[in-house]
């Protein structure tokens, strides 16, 4: 985050409950024993706390998937499936 941003304010009021409920969603899920072991696994965490994000957006897609969201992710999991 760019703390020199001119709506730095605005930025943080919009995102800021999201994010933590975001990452506290990764939290809670790794302190119950998940664990990411295989790609699938993180993409699973990822969009669930992804979810959980929007959830307290009121629906509102989560800002870092904004620009993406038309991606066609089907050939990056072939992709990461073989690493």
């Not at 790794?30 to 990411?36: I, P, Y």
């Not at 800002?63 to 066609?72: A, L, N, P, W």
Request: glycine share 8%.
């Amino acid at each position: 985050m760019d703390v020199r941003r001119d709506d730095i304010e605005v930025v943080i009021k919009k995102e800021l409950t999201a994010v933590l409920g975001h990452e506290i969603n990764h939290a809670l899920r790794k302190s119950h024993g998940h664990k990411n072991v295989t790609f699938l696994d993180s993409l699973v965490m990822e969009g669930l706390a992804c979810h959980f994000e929007g959830v307290l957006k009121g629906g509102e897609l989560s800002s870092m998937f904004v620009d993406i969201q038309h991606e066609d992710w089907r050939s990056l999991y072939k992709k990461w499936n073989r690493i």
